[in-house]
Nanobody, 115 residues
Framework: QVQLVESGGGLVQTGGSLRLSCVVS????????VGWFRQAPGKERESVAT???????DYAASGEGRFTLSRDTTKNTVYLQMNNLKPEDTAVYYC?????????WGQGTQVTVYS
């Protein structure tokens, strides 16, 4: 059974940093991609950053230059380092693993940025 567990969210002031972690219960190389998504209140869920099986990383424009995705294959863990956070980054952040047309989601971790 595939499980994804996120952690690292919290309350942070504008300009602060957080590091999110996503631990996958199976080998992350089982998936075509693993990534981070977020959903703010009243808004649709959107992609933040994803990494493919081959290691290519794609960032949404909203986080480029501030967010860094990385992975530790020995721990089946994907990280999202978020720097220079802004109030508009406030959202629930979800980890997603994708293989073919199947998607697996974590339960989410709340990130709140106050000014």
């Amino acid at each position: 059974q595939v499980q994804l567990v996120e952690s690292g969210g919290g309350l942070v002031q504008t300009g602060g940093s957080l590091r999110l972690s996503c631990v996958v219960s199976v080998n992350i190389f089982e998936f075509n991609s693993v990534g981070w998504f977020r959903q703010a209140p009243g808004k649709e869920r959107e992609s933040v950053a994803t990494i493919t099986l081959g290691g290519r990383i794609d960032y949404a424009a909203s986080g480029e230059g501030r967010f860094t995705l990385s992975r530790d294959t020995t721990k089946n863990t994907v990280y999202l380092q978020m720097n220079n956070l802004k109030p508009e980054d406030t959202a629930v952040y979800y980890c997603r693993a994708a293989v073919l047309r199947r998607f697996y989601w974590g339960q989410g971790t709340q990130v709140t940025v106050y000014s």
